[in-house]
């Protein structure tokens, strides 16, 4: 267990719609990534956040959104489904560890099924 | 751009055999450089890193990986082989100038066949 938790496992919806992916980082982690894995694409970064705020983008949708809170836990936010946005959405935290740099570690991730 | 390749799609070794999975590299700067393992239905789990120092890293589950500059290379090894090791293989490289970010490779496939 990596500490980094990840709801809902599961989501099947219907193109055109919206769903929000949620995620809670290891306790102390600032940092939260998103990644998206497919079999056409792998896995592919998509954004940043830092402490609330947004660090870097990747491979993001403008249909795809996120954001950090307070408490550091980040939600994704997919909208306008397509059929391609099935996939499985990993969120990954870290923090820098004193003379090892940072390492990554994952949540079990979301699959989403758009039909 | 940081990037890695993994060459193979899929690796199959008998038990107790050892297991190589290849990486290579193309990295501006120092490589930083990681392995992950993801078992079927699961998240990515961290195997091992290089950051700098040793060119022979440890790391969960009896597996090490082999830092060679001069080959720009980064395998994971596994002495013995056990059929609990089958699963999906990355090997990922962090981006410096886009925030840490890793950029992974494709996967290898590992098969261990009892």
């Known amino acids: 267990d990596s500490g980094v938790t990840q709801t809902p496992k599961h989501l099947i919806t219907a193109t055109g719609q919206r769903v929000t992916l949620r995620c809670s980082p290891r306790?102390?982690?600032?940092?939260v990534y998103w990644y998206q894995q497919s079999l056409d694409q792998g896995l592919q970064f998509l954004i940043q956040?830092?402490?609330?705020?947004?660090?870097a983008k990747g491979n993001i949708l403008e249909r795809f959104s996120a954001q950090q809170f307070p408490d550091l836990h980040s939600e994704l936010n997919l909208s306008s489904l397509e059929l391609g946005d099935s996939a499985l959405y990993f969120c990954?935290?870290?923090?820098?560890?004193?003379?090892?740099?940072?390492?990554?570690?994952f949540g079990p991730g979301t699959r989403l099924l758009v039909l | 751009a940081q990037s890695v390749a993994q060459p193979e799609d899929q690796v199959n070794v008998a038990e107790g055999n050892p297991l190589t999975v290849k990486c290579t590299y193309s990295?501006?700067?120092?490589?930083?450089l990681f392995w992950y393992v993801q078992y079927p239905n699961r998240g990515l789990q961290f195997l091992l890193k290089?950051?700098?120092?040793?060119?022979l890293v440890k790391g969960s589950y009896g597996f090490e990986a082999e830092f060679n500059k001069s080959q720009t290379s980064f395998h994971l090894k596994k002495p013995s082989a056990l059929v609990s090791d089958s699963a999906l293989y990355f090997c990922?490289?962090?981006?410096?100038?886009?925030?840490?970010?890793?950029?992974f490779g494709k996967g290898n496939q590992v098969v261990v066949i009892p």
């Open positions: 990954a935290s870290s923090t820098r560890e004193q003379g090892k740099g940072e390492t990554q570690y």
């Open positions: 306790s102390g982690d600032l940092s």
């Open positions: 956040y830092y402490n609330g705020e947004e660090r």
């Open positions: 990295v501006s700067g120092n490589p930083y």
């Open positions: 290089y950051i700098t120092g040793d060119n």
């Open positions: 990922a490289v962090r981006d410096p100038y886009g925030n840490n970010r890793l950029a």
